[in-house]
């Protein structure tokens, strides 16, 4: 029981872990694009071409990053749904985990 408590606070310190990142991400590619166009003055209208464009890559970038956390979030929900069948079942007395299929909406 302490086991699945340690890792479920392992899972949980991991993905708080990752939301950090990518606030920490988003915030400097802000502050980087606003000194960028201190430093480097151009036209109005080359201004917001360069804006446009700095937006366009950080919404990529975080959209990726957020692709890339729904996926370890359910790989770990797969994992962790897994553990608990296998536990279940042994405790039953059962050898054979339950196919993943029946416990899909669960």
């Known amino acids: 029981m302490q086991e699945r408590s340690t890792n479920d606070t392992s899972n949980a310190n991991d993905l708080n872990h990752e939301r950090h990142q990518l606030r ?8 980087g694009a606003g000194i960028a166009l201190l430093l480097a003055p151009a036209s109005g209208a080359d201004t917001r ?9 950080i919404r990529e970038e975080a959209g990726e990053r957020i692709h890339d956390l729904r996926e370890d979030a359910e790989e770990a929900v797969d994992k962790g749904r897994e553990a608990y069948y296998q536990t279940r079942d042994a405790r039953r007395g059962g050898s054979k985990a339950e196919p993943k299929e029946s416990h899909a909406g669960a």
């Open 24 to 31: 920490s991400f988003v915030v400097g590619a802000a502050f």
């Open 49 to 57: 071409k360069r804006i446009g464009g700095a937006a366009r890559r």
